[in-house]
């Protein structure tokens, strides 16, 4: 088991049962298949959504731990299956250091494996799933997609507003840290006033958690991220740092804006002009004021933690929070 959560043994322990139940899931498909999609889930990240569920699952002493480890494991592999999806769409060649599952079988399986681990997914639900509201987790699923299509279809603009990319990354990363916490809190039994604080923690934990990652992409060191600075850009893929920095270079009262000028004129950038563009908007001070931003996130999904008046989930909350350094140093 991944040591991110060393120093939290139940969750661990859980976590361990959630990656169980999602590798004997994994190994009744038939066929070629087996091997690939077994490769592409036994490579565990931090396992945060499903470590989302089973730490607000503990809201209350009301809650069947094995549903909440089948709970957690269908987030999981929702997770999982939009990942295939996601590095068929980049053309991505290696996630967490192994081959993606486009790499091994090509884009027209990859699409299938995808499904299958929807199908997964689905295959844990019995139907009475602590009484959670429809309409809150197929919302979900369904942003998840429109951020993606609209990342897609909008690659290679780079001038888009703040307010389209806080819905693409709402979409994208903070729908299912929402959901994990709504999930985790519907296990509970919590009622819906306090199902619907826990959305909101997952919600904006998620905003916060996509912003910094965002901004690694700028400061990050390549050798701990696996990728290469500046590979939104490269992309063609505007984040939070690019688009405040371009918004500074706007405002200032010179004629001469070398960043808005440098992004004009490509669709996806070279390396060279890529490690300019990067430059640019450290100097503008686009970092730092996606920082605060994040950290507004941040603060608000610590003072909705705290609300909930749960010592032992309030501290494992934070120390997830403090441990993904969402909170800029
Ligand atoms: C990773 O982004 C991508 C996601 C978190 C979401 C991908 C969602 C889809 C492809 C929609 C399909 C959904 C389902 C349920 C099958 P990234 O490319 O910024 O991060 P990376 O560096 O980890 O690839
Ligand atoms: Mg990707």
Known sequence: MNDFWNDEKDIQTELELVHDLIISTVDKAQGFIRPVLHSHVKTQGKLLRPALVLITSNLSGETDRNQAVRIASVLEFIHLASLVHDDIIDSAQKRRGNLTVFAQVGAKQAVLAGDYLLACAMSLLTGKEADMDNVVVSNALVRLCESELNQD???????????????????????????????????????????????????SLGMAFQIQDDILDFTGSESKLGKTIGNDLRCGIPTLPLILALKTENEKSTLERPLHDLLAKNKSLSASATKKAVSLVLSLGGVEQAKVVADRYGNRALNDIQSLQHEKVEKQLSSLFEKLSIRSR
Do not use: D, M, V, W
């Not at 990354?169 to 619907?196: V, W």
């Open 153 to 203: 279809a909008g690659q290679g603009n780079f001038f888009i507003s703040e307010r389209e990319y806080f819905k693409r990354i709402a979409g994208k990363t903070a729908s299912l840290f929402a959901l994990s916490c709504y999930a985790g809190s519907s296990t509970a039994k919590l009622p819906r006033e306090l199902r619907k604080r826990c959305h909101r923690i997952g919600y």
